[in-house]
């Protein structure tokens, strides 16, 4: 098992393919475990968690991929994974080719040439947060805030130039953007009511919550049908599908469909929603519609930063610091 330290990676869930959760033994982990990160004492600081496998990327610049794909690659500042598409964010083939983002197939081993590439402007080219502490990662929302990239066409996509995005998330059918002043916008199909527009129209282009207006915002984060957003006084609003209790609301039916997770001012962790794999943290298979504390991390004394979580909603990988909010649906990507 790995050993445990400050800012140390955690999983929990599905870990069929072996996707370097917890001590990797057996299919499901129901309660956190240490990751074994790549290499010895490597320094992640970031992770992206697909179903089927999960991409570390160091501090160093080195990308490893474990699970069903697997490779390592240097010179990556960050990288985002899907089951159709692996995008990394690397230094561009030659010398002097500045930042160049790139698209492959999770099972390419990054070898050959990428399915699409785009060099990246030097003011899209942004840092980590002063100090060095990790951002949440700044993938599928490029570093600068004017573009973000999908797993489906277009895969990249530019913002209107009087948006400016601090972060970008993407559902299965629908994207949440909070911009630089705390506002949120939202776009894509509404069929779940996930838009928060009091409708189930579709919106073509980013629109702001009306409902949300006057209300600073502090994070966002969305789910395969539903959304969350944090106020920066620690309030949390949620809305869209609720069929397995994802929005901490009696549900009708705990169907496998759903989870959410929050980090609340304390940096506990709680999680509710479904769990079927495992994924929740509580030593068992239960689903829930109303929240929980994960337990592990108290007896630890841990306190959360940020969470990964693959679409498929079987597992989530977490580093024990301080605080922050994500929710996750299932959803194939």
């Not at 920066?232 to 959410?260: C, F, H, M």
Request: contains cysteine.
């Amino acid at each position: 098992m790995a050993e445990e330290r400050r800012g140390s990676w955690f999983g929990f869930g599905f870990c069929g393919f072996g996707q370097a959760l917890g001590s990797g033994r057996g299919r499901q982990v129901h309660s956190p475990e240490p990751l074994q990160t790549p290499g010895e004492g490597a320094d992640v600081c970031r992770v992206s968690a697909s179903w089927s496998y999960t991409a570390f990327v160091t501090r160093g610049g080195r990308l490893e991929l474990s699970g069903s794909a697997g490779c390592a690659a240097g010179g990556c500042r960050d990288a985002w994974a899907s089951e159709a598409l692996l995008v990394v964010l690397r230094a561009g083939p030659g010398r002097g080719a500045g930042t160049e983002l790139q698209a492959w197939a999770p099972g390419s081993a990054l070898s050959g040439e990428p399915l699409w590439a785009h060099t990246v402007g030097p003011e899209a080219e942004g840092e980590d947060a002063p100090g060095g502490e990790p951002q949440a990662g700044a993938l599928p929302l490029l570093p600068g805030g004017r573009a973000y990239v999908s797993p489906r066409p277009p895969f990249y996509s530019p913002l209107a130039p009087e948006l400016r995005a601090r972060r970008l998330e993407l559902g299965a059918e629908h994207a949440l953007l909070l911009d630089e002043a705390g506002q949120v916008f939202s776009w894509g199909q509404g069929r779940h009511g996930q838009l928060g527009h009091g409708t189930l129209e579709a919106e073509l282009e980013p629109r702001p919550l009306e409902a949300l207006q006057g209300v600073p915002m502090a994070e966002v984060a969305a789910g395969g049908w539903h959304s969350v957003c944090v106020s920066e006084t620690g309030d949390i609003y949620i809305w869209g599908w609720n069929d397995s209790g994802q929005l901490a609301l009696p549900s009708r039916s705990l169907a496998e469909v759903g989870k959410a997770a929050a980090g609340e001012g304390t940096g506990e962790l709680y999680t509710w929603g479904w769990g079927k794999y495992g994924q929740l943290g509580h030593k068992d298979t239960s689903s829930l519609d109303r929240p929980r504390r994960v337990e592990y991390f108290v007896d630890k004394r841990l306190q959360s930063f940020l969470f990964s979580t693959d679409p498929s909603n079987q597992k989530v990988i977490w580093p024990g610091r301080k605080k922050t909010i994500y929710l996750f649906e299932r959803m194939n990507l």
